[in-house]
Structures are given as C-alpha cells and as structure tokens.
C-alpha cells in the first residue's frame, strides 16, 4: 500500500512539472473584467500575451504582475477556460483601486518642523499617467512641486517626465570656525526620458536646471569664513538604471529591486563640474502571510570638495527617522535601514500594520578621507517602532507614522508621518 502511495505521489509530481513546463498553447480571445477605469487598449498593450498568439502559464505570471504594479490595479486573477480545440479564452479578472489621494506629510523633532498637503492622479486619462502637485512647509520656508509622468508614450517602451520645483529651508553649515545657519532656495525644472527594456529593467535620463542660493543668517556668529550669500546656477544630468524583481500581493511585497544613478552638475558660472555615483537596493521577505521583512541599503560618493555646500543630506525624510531636517551635508554616505512590518488587522477595505525599524549610517564629511566612514565615532543609528493604515482600496494610500532615538543619544529623537511606506 505504501508503495503504491509514492507511485501515485511520483506521478503527480511528473504532473506538476509538466504543468510547470507548460507547453505552449493558442490564445483565442482576451477579456478583461472587474470594476476598473483602465483603458482597454492600454491593458493590451502592456501585457506580453496576445491574442491568436501561443502562450503559457509563466507568460501568464508574468502578465499578472505587469498588472498588478499598474496604479489603479490592487490584484489580478487569472481565469483559463480551454476549448475543444485546445485554444484558450483567457480572463484577466481586475481588483481596482482608487487613484485620486492627497498627498500630506508631517514631521515633528525639537525645533523641527514641516507638514505637506496636495494632490495626485496616479492614472490620467487611465493610461497608468502620473499628474502630482503639493505645497509643503519646512521651517516655516515654502516648498513646492509640479510632476507629470508618462511612463509609456502612446503605448511604446519609451516614456518621459516633466518637473518643476521650489524648495527652501533652514540648515546649519559647517566651518572650521563655526556653524551658522542658513536659508537655502533651489527652483529647478527638469525634462526626463526613459526607455524600457522588457518587464524587470528601466533606463532613465533627467536634464535639470536649476538655481540654489544659500543666504547667511544675519544673527549667525560673526567672522565666520562662510559666505553671507551663495548663488549658482547649475545644470544636472542624471543617468540612472533600475532592475525591478519585486511582486506584489496586495500590499506585500516580496523580491529585490537595484538602481544604479550617475550624476554630474555643472555650475555655469565657473564652469566647475560634481560627479556623483550612487547605488541603492531593496529587498523583500515574506516569512509569514502576515509579515513582510524589508531591507534597504544606500551607497553613494561624489566629488569630495572640501565646501560646506554638500550634496548628500542628513534628514528625517530621506535616511534616518527623528534625526530632523538637513542636520548636515556630505560627499559620500552609507545608509542601512531595517523594518518588520506585521499586519494586525486586515479587515474589508482597511488594514492596519505594526513596525519596528532600524535606520543606521555613516557620512563622508567634506574634504576628508573615505575611511572616515568607518569611525564609531561617525556612525548614527536610530532605532524605534510605528504603525502603517493601510486602505487597501486606494493606490499606495498607507499612512506611515514612526517615532524614532538615537541609540546612542536618546536625547535626540522625533516623530515622522508621511504617506506612503518609508521603503
């Protein structure tokens, strides 16, 4: 009797492999159903089955997450009914979500404050198109911006981004002598491309232009060697290359994402040049149906000249949470940061998850040597715990609110929430 139990175990594995294998079928027809706004032909267009074409149950995974990471597509579900002559009438069964949110942040550490509202659709003329705009305040400075994206022109592997933006804050600069604070203003505009290079891989490339000033605050410390005011005109290009193996499950997410980024600014006045590589990569576990496990690790370095004027940022919105905003400039930085994410209620359309995170990191101060990076005494790390509400209906609608400390100085510490996960 055992015997014949692992026969029938062993020819339901040859089953399954050959299912797996999938030998290539004929598609008779394409329907796509569920309470979506996407356009038809715009659907067609972005899945690799195609209708009086072969095709298999891999190519249907892969359909299936080509949908799903479309704004205004929660879930996909496949349905396969096979006809007499072995063609195939395939269902692409869509769970929508609403595309039209605002955007608002807010981030609260000692002596640190900013907040942000506005507005995106993340599915214009429901060809998958991004319109975004909001108007943010960051100690006590106006900011704000203006994006348009489409990621697929007229339904080919190209696409291209307009961008304008206004931002202005308060940061300290360092000197040998001193530090003085400092109001900085950048009004840019920028004109992207980008081509796709099948489903995993995108190349971009961004020309901006744009203007930063840095103006000395008149109570600062006298004789500092800094100067009263700063205003340069530069022009950016921006390179960048991403490889995208990242599924989505609702709001999980498990796999791995990498982007390369090179940069090199111009400043016209002197004809100056700042090179700058940069490498960031994420990964995804899910070892439990209601955990994900998520990691992300930054590395970039850039000319190393020795200026106040820095362009990598210190900030609670970009690397560590509860540092503050802008507390210091580099030239080159690594960045670690960790979370456990656990969904305890997940309920109809709301869920709600529970965070603990890790934010750790080193920067190059201007002028000095990369081994800098590796001093203790160099090093911060926050650790601390938030919560995500999750509407599972609307795209990407998670309100992230995380309070973090510094290991090593409890002192130092404050209060995030922001839209949208951290990472």
Request: proline share 2%.
């Amino acid at each position: 009797m055992r015997l014949v139990f692992f026969i029938c175990i062993f020819f339901l594995a040859l089953c399954h492999q050959s299912i797996a294998q999938d030998d290539e079928s004929m598609v008779h027809s394409i329907e796509f159903t569920g309470e979506h706004k996407l356009n038809i032909d715009f659907l067609r267009n972005r899945i690799i089955t195609k209708n009086r074409q072969t095709t298999n149950w891999e190519k249907l995974q892969t359909d299936k997450q080509r949908l799903i990471r479309l704004t205004g597509v929660q879930n996909a579900e496949i349905k396969i009914d096979t006809l007499s002559d072995k063609s195939l009438d395939i269902v692409y069964d869509l769970t929508s979500q609403r595309t039209i949110l605002p955007q608002f942040g807010l981030g609260l550490i000692e002596e640190n404050f900013w907040w942000q509202v506005g507005g995106a659709e993340f599915n214009l003329f429901n060809k998958n198109q991004t319109l975004l705009g909001f108007y943010q305040s960051q100690d006590g400075e106006p900011n704000g911006k203006l994006f348009y994206n489409n990621p697929n022109f007229r339904g080919s592997i190209w696409g291209f981004s307009i961008d304008a933006f206004y931002n202005s804050s308060i940061e300290p600069l360092f000197f040998e002598s001193g530090a003085a604070n400092y109001e900085y203003n950048l009004l840019g505009v920028g004109l992207g491309g980008t081509v796709n290079l099948g489903f995993l891989d995108r190349l971009n490339y961004t020309l901006t232009v744009f203007n930063e000033e840095f103006i000395r605050d008149p109570e600062a410390q006298q004789g500092l060697e800094g100067p009263a005011t700063l205003n340069q005109l530069k022009i950016l290009n921006s390179v960048g290359y991403v490889h995208d193996k990242v599924k989505y499950d609702f709001f999980y997410r498990k796999g791995s994402q990498h982007q390369l980024l090179l940069q090199s600014v111009i400043t016209l006045e002197d004809d100056t040049q700042f090179l700058s590589a940069g490498y960031e990569t994420r990964h995804y576990w899910r070892p439990t149906d209601k955990t994900n496990v998520a990691a992300q690790l930054k590395m970039a370095i850039g000319t190393n000249n020795d200026s106040p004027f820095a362009p990598f940022v210190l900030d609670s919105n970009f690397n560590l949470r509860g540092v503050g905003n802008r507390v210091d400039r580099a030239t080159a930085q690594v960045v670690i940061n960790l979370e456990i994410r656990h969904t305890v209620l997940d309920y109809k359309n709301v869920a709600v998850q529970m965070v603990v995170f890790s934010d750790s990191g080193s920067w190059r101060t201007p002028g000095a040597d990369l081994s800098i990076l590796t001093k203790s005494n160099n090093f911060r790390s926050f650790v601390g715990g938030g919560t995500r509400l999750i509407f599972t209906k609307v795209f990407d609608s998670i309100v992230r609110l995380d309070y973090g400390f510094d290991v090593f100085n409890s002192e130092i510490q404050g209060l995030v929430l922001g839209f949208g996960q951290f990472f």
